[in-house]
């Protein structure tokens, strides 16, 4: 199991990653070690990408999934990039690795197309770091050339708050991007400031709801009057809507009756966890039951 392996890595820790520890030397000493750890991590494939399913809010049907990044280690199992990706950025890593991370989803799209009758899309997470590279359209469409990946299955995530950020820049870059044929999409909305204004001039696509919204939905009123200002926004902006966090049945049930005019995909430990992408072929083939 993933998560227990998971939980393994973040509470064990004999010599090299006490990645808990409150103690500040400690934590310094295994930065270094972890980075170093990463740096010999990409030549020798100890990164994975994990998939979690996204679900069709109303049919059911599974035709696209988020790339979620893991760092195996022998002694840690499976370290999460809560753990990982700061110290990537921190140190300049993580412009690599999102350039591995990026070119593996769009062999997996190739990969599942050939597979599957019907394409998967696949969405990935970038760094404000990584877009905001001088060369980072040039690389990106270097990419997709190479692995002769359909543009329109890839799509790619960034934070609401890296967004509005640097608003006017971005919507520059995020126009760049766009007319290579790739998606967009602002993750963990809600949590950063959004201006309204700009929302509308971004070229994007999907808005994903963060987690935090979700988790009290079927009890607070705040909650579902949250998400529903946030649906008829999307509506109103033609953006369709991923709901991140989706638990329980309760959940699931809620989230459904608050979106139901609006076209929503769901994605949470209730349909599918992150996992290895061989494990998610029965959700595209079948679906789920909804
Ligand atoms: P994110 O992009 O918002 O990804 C969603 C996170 O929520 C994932 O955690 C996922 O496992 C978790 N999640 C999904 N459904 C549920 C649920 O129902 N309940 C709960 N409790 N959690 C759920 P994960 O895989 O640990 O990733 C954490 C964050 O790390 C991601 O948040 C993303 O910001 C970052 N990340 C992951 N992979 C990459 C990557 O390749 N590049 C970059 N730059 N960041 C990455
Ligand atoms: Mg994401
Ligand atoms: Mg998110
Ligand atoms: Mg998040």
Not at 69 to 89: K, N
Not at 223 to 238: E, G, H, R, T
């Amino acid at each position: 199991n993933a998560d227990a392996a998971m939980y393994n890595a973040k509470s064990s820790g004999k010599n090299g990653f006490k990645l808990h520890s409150h103690d500040l030397t400690d934590r310094c000493l295994n930065r270094l070690k972890l980075e170093e750890y990463m740096r010999e991590s990409l030549e020798v494939d100890n990164f994975e990408l994990f998939y979690q399913v996204k679900v069709d809010a109303s049919t059911g049907t599974t035709k696209s999934a988020e790339a979620l990044l893991r760092l195996h280690h022998e002694e840690f199992g499976l370290i999460s990039p809560g753990e990982f990706i700061p110290v990537a950025e921190d140190t300049g890593l993580i412009v690599d690795l999102g350039y591995w991370v990026i070119r593996q989803a769009c062999k997996q799209i190739v990969k599942w197309q050939n597979e599957f009758n019907i394409p998967v899309s696949i969405s990935v997470n970038v760094s404000g770091k990584q877009v905001s590279q001088a060369n980072f359209v040039k690389r990106l469409k270097h990419i997709l050339l190479e692995t002769n990946v359909d543009p329109s299955l890839l799509e790619i995530e960034l934070t609401e708050s890296i967004v509005m950020g640097n608003a006017e820049e971005n919507i520059v870059r995020l126009n760049e991007i766009k007319s290579l044929g790739v998606k967009l999409s602002i993750d963990d909305f809600g949590t950063g400031y959004s201006s309204l204004n700009y929302l509308k001039r971004f070229p994007i696509d999907n808005l994903k709801i963060d987690r935090s919204f979700i988790t009290d939905i079927s009890s607070k009123e705040e909650d579902k009057a949250i998400v529903s200002a946030i649906s008829a926004l999307a509506d109103a902006l033609s953006l369709n809507i991923v709901v991140e966090g989706v638990e329980t049945k309760e959940q699931l049930m809620s989230v459904r009756e608050i979106c139901k005019d609006s076209p929503t995909l769901i994605q949470g430990f209730y349909f599918a966890r992150p996992e290895p992408a061989d494990k998610c072929k029965t959700s595209f083939i079948k679906g789920f039951q909804i």
